[in-house]
């Protein structure tokens, strides 16, 4: 079987490649970036996931499936970089599944889409809608972009489409928005709360899609690890530095004094939790996370 993985040499995009490769999958990947030494095996195609040459490779590839990961999640470029990054290049994506006889499509997703707010419910379903649009305005493109892989479903029913909503991921490749936001000094929490956070090892992460895979599963899916912890024992697991700011203040330190710059919709994401309810995922593919909390905590200190 032939995978084809757009975003190939993100990090985490490669730790997926090489467990494909290692089980037996033929692997081909589209990135803008180059992968200067690929593992014998690995082909990868220097181009934009958006632009014709992509095309090209659909064309003459072929491939069976398709793993959609060529998404930003990080705040340094322009929102409208982002808008034609993340929506665009999705769009254009499931496109190239249809026409060219793909019979999976995966889109990676974040859970942070359901957004984060003071009456949320603790756990969101996937029938929960995403509300990030409002509370985290930032997100306005991964939210779109969610949404419209999710129309293949009905759009195209020969295609074969699992949407992934996966909770944070971290882990020994410190990449990731919560390895960012771990990755200073100091990290910040709101006075007067201490938050849920959700996370998985990144090799759970990476042998989830491998799970999603194998099961042909078709739908949205909520996919995640060991239960959540707060803040605080996130921060102590890690060992970071917890530094406690009044929320009045906020905007004007955010990027200062050790603190990673955050937009001020994050302010939210670190005052109310955002927890997904992954039984359907497990329930349709048989995954189980092999890291627990402590262990997910430990790699990523690197000891």
């Known amino acids: 079987m032939k995978v084809l993985i757009t975003g190939i040499t993100g990090a985490h995009a490669r730790m997926v490649a090489e467990r494909l490769l290692g089980r037996g999958y033929e692997v081909i990947g589209i990135d803008r970036r180059t992968w200067t030494d690929p593992p014998e095996g690995i082909r990868v195609y220097k181009a934009d996931v958006r632009k014709r040459p992509a095309a090209d490779v659909f064309r003459s590839e072929r491939p069976d499936v398709v793993i959609h990961m060529?998404?930003?999640?990080?705040?340094?470029?322009?929102?409208?970089?982002r808008l034609r990054i993340n929506l665009q290049g999705t769009r254009i994506v499931f496109e190239h599944c249809h026409e060219h006889g793909v019979k999976h499509a995966i889109f990676v997703g974040r859970h942070t889409i359901y957004g984060a707010a003071p009456d949320a419910p603790l756990y969101r379903t996937e029938d929960e809608p995403p509300l990030a649009v409002t509370t985290f305005p930032e997100l306005a493109d991964l939210v779109a972009a969610?949404?419209?892989?999710?129309t293949a479903l009905w759009r195209w029913p020969t295609l074969k489409t699992a949407v992934l909503r996966?909770?944070?991921?971290?882990?020994?490749?410190?990449?990731?928005?919560?390895?960012?936001?771990?990755?200073g000094p100091r990290v910040p929490r709101i006075l007067g709360f201490d938050p849920l956070f959700q996370m998985m090892h990144d090799e759970d992460a990476a042998d989830a899609l491998i799970a999603c895979i194998e099961s042909r599963?078709?739908?949205?899916?909520?996919?995640?690890?060991?239960?959540?912890?707060?803040?605080?024992?996130?921060?102590?697991?890690?060992?970071?530095?917890?530094?406690?700011i009044p929320e009045a203040i906020f905007p004007y330190i955010s990027g200062r004094f050790g603190l990673p710059h955050l937009p001020p919709g994050a302010v939210a994401h670190i005052k109310y939790p955002i927890v997904v309810d992954a039984t359907a995922f497990q329930a349709a593919t048989g995954f189980k996370h092999r890291f627990d909390s402590h262990s997910v905590m430990t790699s990523f200190r690197g000891d």
Do not use: M, Q, W
């Open 217 to 244: 599963i078709s739908g949205v899916f909520n996919v995640a690890g060991p239960p959540p912890v707060p803040l605080s024992v996130l921060c102590r697991g890690t060992h970071r530095k917890s530094f406690e």
């Open 70 to 81: 060529a998404t930003i999640t990080h705040f340094s470029g322009s929102r409208e970089e």
């Open 166 to 183: 996966l909770v944070y991921t971290l882990g020994p490749l410190r990449r990731g928005t919560l390895a960012n936001f771990l990755g």
């Open 146 to 150: 969610d949404l419209h892989a999710a």
